[in-house]
């Protein structure tokens, strides 16, 4: 397997992690922040929507005009940038446009990943106006952004649990038959 195909394969395996975590949650417990975590599922996965698009598509190959027309960005910056509080984003922005935005941005990172070819993976990234915190290369954000999801899918897991909504990881409890 190319590089090229193993992050594809690996981003979309993150992806699918996110699901995993978000998609059976109640939507009456995404705006929840909890004060142990100080953080909701509403703000991670507006935060995981727009850092997608810095790490595995921006800084990849430029802006992109239909992400610029589907999303609205500068009000994912204002609400899920780093430094902003999730405490004041509980009704940012309704839970079905989140997924929505969602899958439509994971898809777009799919498609640029996609593009790629080895050569690509070694060239500087796209100069913009934040510096790249991590990478100085296509393949060190595109690997970056893996890991940064990843992470987010852990403090998703944590939120979970602290909401009540525990997620199995589909191993059984002592004493249940596993042969359903």
């Known amino acids: 397997m190319n590089e090229v195909a193993l992050l594809v394969r690996q981003t979309t395996d993150a992806y699918s992690w996110v699901h995993k975590l978000i998609d059976p949650v109640p939507e009456d417990l995404w705006g929840k922040v909890p004060k142990v975590l100080e953080s909701s599922i509403n703000w991670q996965v507006g935060h995981i929507i727009l850092s997608t698009y810095y790490h595995s ?6 802006h992109q005009r239909d992400v610029l027309e589907h999303l609205p ?3 994912y910056n204002q609400l899920y940038a780093f430094k902003t509080s999730p405490a004041n984003t509980t009704e940012a922005l309704p839970t079905s446009l989140l997924h929505e935005h969602l899958d439509f941005i994971e898809k777009k990172s799919i498609a ?3 593009s790629l070819d080895q050569k690509d ?15 100085k290369n296509k393949y060190k954000a595109v690997d970056w952004n893996i890991k940064h999801t ?12 602290v ?8 191993l059984s409890q002592p004493g249940q038959n596993t042969n359903n």
């Open 121 to 135: 993976l070694s060239s500087a990234l796209v100069p913009g106006k934040v510096e790249h915190p991590i990478a």
């Open 57 to 62: 598509i921006l800084v990849v190959t430029g």
């Open 150 to 161: 990843m992470w987010h899918c852990g403090q998703l897991a944590t939120l979970r649990r």
């Open 112 to 114: 640029v990943i996609s």
């Open 73 to 75: 960005l500068k009000k």
């Open 163 to 170: 909401l009540g909504n525990t997620y199995d990881f589909g």
